[in-house]
């Protein structure tokens, strides 16, 4: 079976195209959200897996009664992608078109998430001079995730985009650990 992520890729970028020609945006992450979080409902991802063997009639009533539950959630548009994701089998690749949309939508707009990893929660002036910094470095606007794992010992882990900065003691003493080995 082929990566998921490969199969959503045009899915993600022919709504994303679709959104930034009508100035949407916004809007169609909002219905893919939507989309996304029914669809991975345990019962509906099941139907979906389950429709995927189903013949025509049978998918085009499942597809109908997803789109009941998403009514008035989704316009004209938003229905016609799940129609046709649905006739394809794809939609059980609903959730990585939407991680596929949101990497589309943040490149589009310059925005990047720095996923920061620390032993100790930052303080707000850390926080501001870190993005700052990014912000320089990457050119582009930073956005913080911040998550604490005492295991790190000490330093910060950032990873941003294909940027990783691995400041750990931990990675530290690794590499010396590794050295004095050789």
Request: glycine content about 4%; charged content about 20%.
């Amino acid at each position: 079976m082929s990566d998921p992520l490969t199969i959503a890729q045009p899915y993600a970028k022919a709504a994303f195209d679709y959104a930034v020609a009508n100035q949407a945006l916004e809007q169609w992450e909002q219905m893919l959200t939507i989309a996304a979080t029914v669809a991975s409902q345990p019962i509906i991802a099941q139907q979906i897996e389950d429709s995927e063997q189903l013949g025509a009639s049978d998918s085009e009533a499942f597809t109908d009664m997803f789109l009941g539950i998403c009514e008035g959630l989704l316009d004209e548009h938003g229905q016609n992608l799940i129609k046709v994701m649905a006739e394809n089998g794809r939609l059980n690749v609903i959730v990585q078109v939407v991680e596929l949309f949101h990497e589309l939508k943040d490149d589009y707009e310059r925005m990047v998430t720095a996923h920061v990893t620390t032993t100790e929660p930052l303080s707000i002036q850390q926080q501001a001079n870190l993005v700052q910094a990014l912000q320089k470095k990457l050119n582009r606007s930073v956005e913080l995730d911040c998550h604490i794992d005492e295991t790190l010992v000490g330093g910060m882990l950032i990873k941003a985009g294909e940027l990783v900065i691995d400041g750990t003691l931990k990675s530290s003493i690794n590499r010396l650990a590794t050295s004095l080995q050789a």
